[in-house]
């Protein structure tokens, strides 16, 4: 066995309500300053007011910064920074999807050591602890509230940057499903196929180790098993199942890495804003078939969480189930293919440079170079 190190800097709190204890965690912290870092959406919805009426009520002074959009961009981080800057913030709390949770992160970077997000694009290129940062999940994917990462669109390359650190983790995470009770099947089934790939990006890459093993593939059951039954809305326990298994799905994939999927997805999503979780699911299937070959085993094991019979198959056959299984469930959930999201074809070498170049372009399973993953775009707009 190799050596490994794993880390999880974040305390977790999950429950019904939870989310109603943040004037309480704050004051714990020893803060009385809290910039809320969210978007448009949330508060129309309501949500936030919901969440912030615990502070009004302890007399804490808050901010918020509502400004944040899908595949948030370098400009929006400097403008909550600014924000920050002027209100005097003592900390920050995130109330969103990966977005709002990603540009917190950022944020507090910049908070903490100056310059420009540009600046510490890659890994471990941060010094010190990030300010004291809350992060409060309202989808079911991204699992940012556990990851060291922060994924912000470089406005000039139109790039998507990873700013990873375990340095910039939140410091509690309140993971309340009573938060996602509303959310629309629609954004269920985006979000759940992004933190699916988590899961089987995390569980097959080449970083993983056992403990981020055993959070893949008991997230891949969770998600499999939960994700029709929350978008047809009928049962509150899958719903906060799924945002369990994102959870663990994150611990994974921020303690191993993610691969080929989120090469290719980050691409798009820097080059058509296409939104993260929609462009997972797309690319998913297609990069399972180009991977499941280097490792049968981990694959079949995939498929078997997925609730497929591969008893009997022949060890190739039993891990291209997972392949399979994957289309299926796109299928069930009515997820788009590559052309209908608006991809131009003439497009696919450029994006295919791009993945190439990704940070985490090393940890795919099978090695692959911007000619293989031209591959690979070009079968998934077949
Ligand atoms: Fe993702």
């Known amino acids: 066995m190799n050596n490994f190190e794993f880390v999880l800097p974040t305390k977790i709190s999950f429950g019904e309500g939870v989310s109603q204890n943040l004037a309480d965690e704050i004051k714990k912290m020893g803060h009385s300053r809290p910039m809320v870092i969210t978007d448009k959406g949330l508060i129309a919805a309501g949500i936030i007011d919901k969440i912030t009426a615990s502070l009004a009520e302890s007399k804490i002074q808050y901010k918020i910064f509502d400004g944040i959009e899908p595949n948030p961009r370098d400009i929006t981080v400097q403008k909550a920074y600014q924000m920050a800057e002027e209100?005097?913030?003592?900390?920050?709390?995130?109330?969103?999807?990966?977005?709002?949770?990603?540009t917190a992160k950022a944020v507090g970077v910049l908070m903490t050591h100056g310059g420009t997000i540009n600046d510490y694009e890659g890994l471990d290129k941060i010094q010190k602890p990030i300010c004291d940062l809350i992060a409060i999940p309202t989808t079911v994917g991204t699992g940012s509230e556990v990851t060291f990462w922060s994924v912000i669109t470089d406005t000039k390359r139109h790039f998507k940057m990873s700013i990873g650190s375990p340095l910039i983790a939140a410091k509690l995470a309140l993971v309340d499903p009573l938060l996602i009770e509303s959310l629309p099947p629609s954004m269920i089934a985006a979000t759940g196929m992004d933190a699916l790939t988590h899961a089987i990006e995390g569980y097959t890459c080449k970083a993983a180790e056992p403990i981020t093993d055993a959070c893949g593939i008991y997230a891949i059951q969770m998600i499999a098993e939960n994700i029709r039954k929350a978008i047809n809305g009928t049962s509150k326990e899958a719903n906060a199942n799924m945002l369990l298994g994102s959870l663990i799905a994150g611990i994974c994939?921020?303690?191993?890495?993610?691969?080929?999927?989120?090469?290719?997805?980050?691409?798009?999503?820097?080059?058509?804003?296409?939104?993260?979780?929609?462009?997972?699911?797309?690319?998913?299937?297609?990069?399972?078939?180009y991977n499941y070959a280097s490792d049968y085993e981990k694959f079949a094991q995939i498929a078997k969480a997925m609730g497929e019979n591969i008893d009997g198959m022949s060890p190739e056959m039993a891990a291209f189930t997972a392949v399979k299984a994957v289309h299926k469930l796109n299928k069930d959930l009515n997820i788009p293919s590559l052309k209908d999201l608006g991809t131009k074809a003439e497009d696919l070498p450029e994006l295919a440079k791009r993945a190439s170049v990704n940070v985490s372009v090393e940890s795919n399973p099978r090695t692959a170079t911007e000619a293989d993953f031209l591959d690979i775009f070009q079968k998934a707009y077949q």
């Open 87 to 102: 209100y005097d913030a003592d900390m920050l709390v995130a109330i969103g999807g990966g977005s709002s949770m990603d």
């Open 253 to 289: 994939f921020g303690n191993s890495d993610i691969a080929g999927v989120h090469c290719m997805g980050e691409a798009l999503g820097g080059l058509y804003d296409t939104p993260h979780g929609v462009a997972m699911a797309v690319l998913l299937p297609y990069v399972m078939e």
